[in-house]
């Protein structure tokens, strides 16, 4: 993970060599470990390049890098595959020694086909002039640019910046492919002209309409045209499956919705040979992802085998977002089959404060055998109410994603009781809410701006940070989490119909419509989520990484027709995700196969802080930093 940008301008006399005080400041959040400029002059423009590094693989390797030739590189990314890249390697030197030996476009294009994992780049050739810049296919990784009419200049960076009282300037750089500006030739002109070079799944026509809604967004001195010489990228997953069945589907069960489903009801499906097959081939697939991002991080390997520490004594170097749901216990439960047996994993669980009246009373059955379970607050919040009893506190932090999280907590003890599993209890207080969203997370949401953005962001910032509790039978502890990277089960339901949507589609549309559904979302999933969430964990000095994106599984989903990956014709906690739900049948774990999908916002209780009659896509005034 790093923080990479670069500021260009054509005008001389309104160039700076320093980046300005707030967007270095956001920059350097995401790359603690190492910080370095370097500043390219030419006649007709001026270049700053800024890099900041965390440090998580092979050699710690300063960027910007610059070559013999004086070639900038920029990295902001993982190989997993594709590429080899050694353990013991760094890949932005790997990526750039690759760089250094290509001859042409093709060449380049060829390279960035190859990779499998999430990145952004910016790559300058100084022989050429060119400046080359992008995201991987899902754009898992954010890159933002912003050009200024006023001083003739563009700035590119992985986060942005917000002015008080003026709407954001920033945009996301489309994850549609690979961008090239000729610096020269832009200066001479005056017109900056952004050459696409796309994935080769965009059709001639769909260009067109890509070209036109990218050019909607950029001031008049800007244009963007596709590559004359029809260069593309190849696209790194396989396309959706949308066949239909020839026959009408078995129904596996009957009166399956008149009845409360249980793990019974999901082990007919695993009867049938063919289906077994499939979700075990789909748990492979996965766990390796997983593997790869587990492992890829360094660990202390200087202690000797008899110098082991304390496994309480060890910090986690892997974080899960957890919920307890479905997607969280299945990365869990696969994680811990890589991670090494003696390095605590973190949960991170988030709640936000609800008031004692809205917390249903199912969620308090238990409330008087728990008492020793009391969570406590955040440091601000333990402030505002330390003369609370516990008992209170326990009501006001019982959101849903509380009571499933320590459900899902025993069942991962159950599974692996060896394994330190730190169940990392978040509470954030509306004040401290407000505070930081006001402080930090506006900056980092920009340029969305609607509710559910705000709502998905501040949880995600909050669950990232990792600030919060440790709460066991013996004691209630402060914890900060240390872990690097934390791992998130978004794609999950993009992929498997896991949203109400889906079914709401497929109510509609049947198979067909639902598969037109699916195929949207992971066509949209880099402007709707990803950029927004890398930004948001990005800030902690944090890496997020995505096994339900890895390339490998999106390919393995899309090659399934869609009923082997759900059936909505099923109630709720069966039908959505049901390839999932047997994956984790078969993996051991218990009641979470049958949670039904629940919204971040909602399981947190986010959504209930401040306005309730809001609409997910209302603009949010909230994400507006006031004069």
């Given at each position: ?6 500021s ?7 160039f ?17 470990n ?7 002059s ?68 060829s ?52 002015t ?11 994850a ?94 695993l ?60 990365i ?7 991670i ?8 991170l ?20 055998k ?93 669950a ?53 559904e ?25 890496e997020?990484?995505f ?12 090659s ?8 909505l ?21 218990t009641?979470?196969t049958?949670?039904p999908?629940?919204a ?28």
């Amino acid at each position: 993970m790093c923080g990479i940008c670069c500021s260009v301008s054509f005008s001389i006399e309104h160039f700076s060599r320093d980046l300005k005080e707030d967007l270095l400041c956001n920059l350097k959040r995401r790359g603690p470990n190492n910080s370095r400029q370097l500043l390219k002059s030419d006649i007709n423009y001026q270049c700053l390049f800024s890099g900041h590094i965390l440090h998580i693989r092979g050699p710690l390797t300063a960027q910007p890098m610059e070559d013999e030739r004086g070639n900038v590189f920029l990295w902001n990314g993982e190989v997993f595959s594709g590429i080899k890249v050694e353990a013991k390697e760094n890949d932005t030197q790997i990526m750039f020694n690759y760089l250094f030996s290509c001859k042409n476009e093709t060449d380049i294009l060829s390279l960035f086909s190859k990779v499998q994992g999430p990145w952004s780049f910016i790559y300058y050739q100084a022989s050429s002039h060119h400046l080359w810049f992008g995201r991987d296919f899902f754009g898992r990784r954010s890159l933002l640019w912003h050009f200024n009419t006023i001083d003739e200049s563009f700035c590119l960076s992985s986060v942005g910046t917000q002015t008080s009282g003026v709407a954001s300037q920033w945009q996301e750089v489309p994850a549609s492919g690979i961008f090239r500006i000729d610096l020269k030739s832009s200066a001479i002109s005056k017109c900056v002209l952004l050459k696409l070079y796309p994935w080769k799944y965009i059709s001639r026509e769909n260009i067109k309409e890509c070209l036109t809604q990218i050019s909607a967004d950029l001031p008049t001195f800007v244009s963007v045209v596709a590559s004359e010489d029809k260069l593309y990228l190849k696209k790194p997953v396989v396309p959706l499956n949308t066949m239909l069945p020839q026959t009408p589907l078995e129904i596996h069960c009957t009166d399956i919705s008149s009845t409360p489903p249980t793990r019974e009801t999901l082990q007919v499906f695993l009867t049938d040979r063919h289906m077994k097959k499939v979700v075990q081939q789909f748990i492979d697939v996965l766990s390796i992802a997983i593997k790869r991002r587990v492992l890829c991080l360094p660990r202390d390997e200087s202690l000797m085998p008899n110098d082991v520490l304390k496994t309480g004594d060890r910090k986690a170097n892997v974080a899960i977002l957890f919920s307890g749901g479905i997607d969280s216990m299945v990365i869990a439960t696969l994680a811990d089959h890589h991670i090494p047996l003696d390095e605590p994993i973190d949960l991170l669980n988030v709640a936000f404060m609800t008031k004692e009246k809205n917390i249903p009373t199912s969620f308090n059955k238990k409330k008087s055998k728990q008492k020793n379970h009391c969570e406590i607050p955040s440091e601000e919040l333990s402030k505002n109410l330390a003369a609370a009893d516990g008992d209170s506190l326990y009501k006001q932090f019982s959101v849903p994603d509380r009571i499933t999280g320590r459900a899902g907590l025993k069942e991962l003890q159950a599974i692996n009781p060896s394994r330190m599993w730190n169940f990392v209890e978040i509470n954030v207080s509306l004040e401290e809410l407000q505070k930081l969203r006001r402080t930090r997370i506006c900056q980092l949401v920009q340029p969305l701006d609607t509710v559910l953005d705000d709502s998905i962001g501040c949880a995600v910032w909050f669950a990232s940070r990792g600030t919060g509790c440790l709460v066991t039978q013996d004691e209630v502890k402060s914890y900060q989490s240390s872990a690097k990277v934390v791992l998130t089960g978004i794609g999950a339901d993009e992929q498997l119909a896991g949203y109400s949507r889906h079914r709401v589609c497929f109510q509609t549309h049947g198979l067909q419509g639902l598969n037109k559904e699916i195929e949207m979302e992971l066509g949209r999933i880099s402007s709707r989520n990803l950029g927004r969430d890398d930004r948001v964990i990005g800030d902690h000095g944090k890496e997020a990484r995505f096994p339900f994106l890895d390339e490998n599984v999106v390919s393995f989903l899309n090659s399934l027709p869609v009923w082997e990956k759900a059936d909505l014709s099923l109630p709720r906690g069966i039908g959505e995700k049901l390839i999932l739900r047997l994956a984790a049948l078969e993996l051991g774990l218990t009641a979470s196969t049958l949670l039904p999908k629940r919204a971040m916002q909602f399981g947190s209780r986010i959504a209930k802080m401040e306005k309730n009659n809001e609409k997910a896509s209302d603009k949010c005034g909230r994400l507006q930093i006031n004069p």
